[in-house]
Structure formats: C-alpha cells, structure tokens
C-alpha cells in the first residue's frame, strides 16, 4: 500500500492447528566411561479453521523421529568425547493466503501458492570437552541435512513476505566454546565462535513460488557465515542471578549485492 498503483491490500486471518507429540528416550551406562542414548518422539500435525478460498494451507502430518547418542570418556586425560545422530520434525507455519486481491495480484507476478509441508531434519553431531585446571574448552562439529525446508520469500521488490518450502537444504559447520571455572563461586565467562555454511537446492514445494529453484546448492538468504559471542553470569543473593552478552555477526552472502 505504498500509492504505487497497487490496489490496496487489507486481510484478517484466524488459522489454527493442532499439534500432539510425545517422546521417550534412556540411558545405559555399561561402563563409568561410556554412557549409550537412545529416544524417539512421534508427531502428528492437523490443520485447524480456516477462512473460506485459503490457499497455502498446511497439511496433515504424521512423523516419528529416532534419536541416538553415545558419550566416551577417558580417564586419564579427562577429555570427554560425543556423538549424537537424530532426525527432527517442524510443523509448517499457519499461515495462509485469501482474498481475490492479493491472489489476483501474485498470480499478475507469475507466482503461485502450494501446500505448506512440514520441515523434515537429518543431523549428526560429533564434538569434545576438553578441561584443564577449571576450564573446559568444548569443540564441536555439525552438519543438517534438511527436506522441505521452511524459509520465506516477498513479492517483487516489495515488503509482502510468506513462507516456502525448499525440497533441500544444508546446514554444516562447527563451534568452539571456552569456558571458565565460577570466580569466587559466583561469576562464570564464557567464549564462543561458530562458522556456519547454509545451503539450499531444488525445486519451491509450498508456499509462495514462481516454480523454480537452483539445481545446485547455493546459499540461502540466512547465510551469516561468522558469529563470536562473549559474555558471563552472577549469582546474587536471593537466588537471583545476573548475565550479559555481546554478539558479532558478519558474512550474509546478500548483504551487498552488487
């Protein structure tokens, strides 16, 4: 609604869905130094009220995700090793498309709406902790291999966002965190950096699309390829406690087109 000649856009919507999940999972520790895990979590998403003419309404899912993990410890040199290999589920967003405007002014772009999936997560995980005279110094190394992927996408040039679905994505990267033993058993810091890649392929399978997509992976619009965090905490008296952090961000691919 910016006076540009676009008939004016006004919508009201009231989705609603209903999501039911329970999980079970255990541990076994057939030795001091190793410790085995194994769980999962079934899932079932159901559409809820919708107005009439909705296009881009999520589906019905059903998704039952396993989850394994395994802890090894050393002795001796105290280093603590880990892997952990799972599979995720995301219901899609409730969000929905109606009215003969706004329809009629996508399908004027070339774009067209598709049922919303739900977002399904492949991952493993390999990391080690390694102390030394009350600090531990934690690496770790992950990488996500996602189907339908749930991301967001606006209209032309203009402010008018709605979700899609990617039919693949990749998330890969590693963390190294140091921590520091509690100063005066009250106040802990903590230092982290993380270098992300994240990648998307395929085909537009719901949501907002123009039918297409990159064959071949390329980086998706939440690519910040660099984090550092630094920051602590403090017990105070009357079991409140105090923290703070500073974040630095760089690397988004499209940051500076052009």
Known sequence: NDGSGIPAVADTEHPSGNL???YI??????????TLSAGMRPTHFAEGNFAVGS??????????????GATLTIPKLRLTFR????????????????????????????????????????EHQFGVAIPFRGWVLD???????ARDFLDHN???????????AVSQAMIRGW??????????????????????IAEGAGTIVGGLTDFSFSPELTPLDHDQRNTLNVGGDV????????????????????????
Do not use: C
Request: proline share 9%.
């Open 20 to 22: 039911q999940a329970f």
């Open 25 to 34: 999972d255990d541990k076994f520790t057939p030795f001091p130094w190793l």
């Open 55 to 68: 296009i881009a309404r999520p589906a019905d899912e059903s998704a039952i995700q396993p989850r394994f």
């Open 83 to 122: 892997a952990f290999y799972g599979h995720y589920y995301q219901a899609p967003p409730l969000e929905t498309v109606s009215g003969p405007a706004l329809l009629n002014y996508t399908q004027q772009q070339g774009l067209g709406f598709g049922t919303l999936p739900g977002e399904r997560d492949e």
């Open 139 to 145: 690496a770790d190394n992950f990488k996500t291999n």
């Open 154 to 164: 606006n209209i032309g040039a203009s402010s008018i966002y709605f979700p899609i």
């Open 175 to 196: 963390e190294l965190t140091l921590r520091s033993p509690r100063f005066a058993h009250r106040g802990q810091m903590h230092l982290a950096y993380s270098n992300q």
């Open 235 to 258: 017990t105070l008296p009357w079991r409140a406690y105090a923290s703070t952090n500073v974040y630095y961000g760089s690397g988004f691919h499209n940051a500076f087109p052009g």
